[in-house]
């Protein structure tokens, strides 16, 4: 769901990479579809019901500029963004071990995740001048926050809307359990 905002630039990245199938991908900054925030439930209604019309593996709501996403599993329920963290960061450490951030707002599953896959969890403050700065110091693998952003040491110690969706897709792909089993 690009909500007719920047996902619909963001997503080309991800163009060839694995299959898509586009909601509101006209860029129209008056948002004529519905607010751009995958915070808000309301958003996420017509990509729940579009998820559980077909045979999905998950769903994949942008934020207006593109640098948070909202995620749901393949049932079309909302999947909470600091289990996101979790999960990515468990896709990321199957490859490298190494820190991952959480912020303080996240449950504590996402430091549990992150110590059951070799991770070294490390709290972080809110807001990403901290978390990107923290990262950096400490040259984590990963960071996610409940706001939806979710950063990469190999994007720089940034933030990546497609890097968080191939780390999903890549975590389904390679087993035979959807996406709201590894929730």
């Known amino acids: 769901d690009y909500a007719n905002s920047m996902g619909v630039v963001e997503a080309q990245t991800l ?15 008056t948002f004529p579809s519905h607010e751009a925030n995958p915070l808000h439930a309301a958003t996420l209604e017509t990509l729940q019901r579009e ?25 079309g329920a909302i999947i909470s963004m600091d289990i996101m963290t979790a999960l990515i960061g468990s896709e990321l450490l199957s490859h490298e071990k190494g820190v991952g951030l959480y912020d303080l ?11 059951e896959n ?51 897709a890549n975590l389904v792909s390679r087993g035979d359990k959807p996406l709201s089993e590894h929730v």
């Open 15 to 29: 163009s060839g990479l694995i299959a898509i199938k586009p909601l509101f991908e006209k860029l129209d900054g």
């Open 51 to 75: 998820v559980r019309s077909g045979k999905y593996d998950f769903g994949v709501a942008f934020d207006g500029d593109a640098d948070r996403v909202g995620f749901v599993d393949e049932t």
């Open 105 to 115: 707002q996240s449950s504590w599953a996402v430091r549990e995740v992150i110590a």
């Open 118 to 168: 070799g991770g070294t969890p490390m709290m972080s403050r809110v807001g990403h001048a901290f978390i990107k700065q923290q990262m950096r110091d400490n040259n984590a693998v990963f960071a996610g926050e409940l706001s939806g952003h979710y950063y990469f040491r190999r994007n720089f110690f940034t933030e990546s809307s497609s890097m968080a969706t191939l780390c999903v």
